[in-house]
């Protein structure tokens, strides 16, 4: 490829979908915006590759420069910003806030939740060590004076995938998609909402439980979800499917590539295994699955698929002619693209150390529908359940799952998501 692997999700439509991830941190306290603006532009000195401005090459290319302007630090008003937008300095990250939470919006060409994080958590860590006057222990935290770690800003190559055959190839089990609720929310103003619900649960409850089901934090609420989505849908629909995005770079000798390269696992659940409740066979699904398509042979060849792509889009010339191939052949949304029911991620255990005092919650932000991003701090974890319409059939019939278990949370919500989108410079 010629360029950075961190444009070339630039290309991306944008018409109707956000390629602009939020993260949102609740604090305990209400936000002091001067200090937050002196922290954020302090913590940004420690990731010079977010601090970057989009400009377009002779090719029609879009290419990353250095951006030496100020982050914006901004108020929540009626509208959000653009990234990339003068508005913003042409940064593809800037931070809003409102009483006691902070947003950092960051393009999410530049990275996913797992890359951003680490910045996030070196921003508040500034913010805490500036409003308090204090030096929170948080070794698990990057510092705004650290060095890089080896290999953050590196990139795979095409030649580190392996090329071995897949073992496993998924096969759609032709799974219900959700398309009603699709269509109507891209294209139904009167029924358009982008909205989500904060869940909190107590960190033990959920680890005793996927012990208990043999599967990991991840599973146990792709197991969830998938019950959640038998309460709701009609019979004639046979399999409900979970997806879950996988990072392979740790497997790629990257472990802290900032970079967002991910591969997908797809789990198809069959009614009747969901209507019987087996918590120990649904989680033994679960983790045989995201075994099998987490191996490199498999999420490799994914990886590859992605390369190729990569490599059409540069042998195109002109801007405009580039986005139309990417809005054609986007693997994620283009005409051969493969779709769960629903989606659950997770970040992954994040330490925040003594920071954790001082915040209440946090959790991110992406464009979808019945998508769950997970999160965790100390002895929480924390759940945004994202939708695209206003409605409360998928959350009552969550709750409804989450009780016949008897797990215990806390929802907040619904909230707007209030996502971004980006202004790019034009050819």
Not at 96 to 105: A, W
Not at 124 to 150: F, M, N, T
Not at 158 to 182: H, R
Not at 332 to 340: D, E, L, Y
Request: charged content about 25%.
């Amino acid at each position: 490829m010629k360029h950075s692997v961190d444009t070339y999700r630039l290309y991306n439509d944008e018409s109707i979908f956000s390629h602009v991830v939020r993260i949102f941190v609740n604090m305990k306290e209400p936000v002091d915006p001067d200090i937050l603006w002196h922290s954020v532009n302090v913590a940004m000195k420690r990731y010079p590759y977010f601090a970057v401005r989009v400009t377009v090459d002779e090719e029609g290319a879009y290419v990353l420069q250095p951006n030496e302007e100020p982050v914006v630090v901004l108020p929540i008003g009626k509208k959000v910003p653009k990234a990339g937008s003068r508005e913003v300095n042409g940064h593809l990250a800037f931070v809003t806030y409102q009483g006691r939470q902070i947003n950092f919006y960051l393009s999410h060409s530049l990275s996913g939740g797992k890359g951003a994080l680490p910045w996030v958590l070196t921003n508040v860590y500034q913010y805490v060590r500036d409003r308090y006057q204090v030096e929170p222990d948080a070794p698990g935290i990057r510092k705004p004076d650290s060095e890089l770690l080896p290999g953050e800003t590196a990139e795979p190559t095409v030649e580190m995938f392996s090329d071995q055959p897949p073992i496993y190839t998924y096969k759609n089990d032709n799974p219900v998609k959700l398309a009603g609720d699709y269509l109507n929310g891209m294209f139904n103003p009167f029924r358009r909402s982008p909205n989500y619900r904060l869940y909190t649960f107590r960190q033990k409850d959920i680890v005793n439980l996927a012990k208990s089901s043999g599967t990991s934090v991840a599973g146990i609420f792709l197991v969830l979800a998938a019950r959640m989505l038998d309460r709701v849908l009609p019979e004639k629909h046979a399999v409900i499917t979970g997806e879950i995005a996988h990072n392979p770079l740790a497997k790629l000798g990257l472990p802290y590539a900032h970079c967002d390269l991910l591969s997908h696992v797809y789990i198809d659940y069959d009614r009747e295994t969901l209507k019987a409740g087996e918590m120990q066979k649904l989680g033994a699904l679960t983790r045989e699955m995201i075994t099998l398509q987490t191996d490199p042979s498999v999420s490799n060849a994914e990886l590859r698929r992605l390369y190729a792509l990569n490599e059409k889009i540069d042998a195109i010339q002109g801007l405009k002619e580039k986005r139309k191939f990417v809005k054609e052949n986007n693997l994620s949304s283009g005409k051969n693209a493969v779709h769960g029911t629903y989606i659950v991620n997770y970040s992954g255990q994040m330490d925040w150390g003594e920071v954790a005092e001082y915040v209440r919650s946090y959790g991110i932000l992406v464009e979808g529908h019945v998508l769950m991003e997970l999160t965790s701090m100390k002895n929480k974890i924390f759940l945004t359940f994202m939708q695209l319409l206003n409605q409360k059939k998928y959350a009552d019939a969550f709750q409804g799952v989450l009780e016949e278990l008897e797990i215990p949370y806390r929802v907040e919500g619904p909230y707007k998501k209030r996502l971004s989108k980006h202004e790019l410079p034009k050819e």
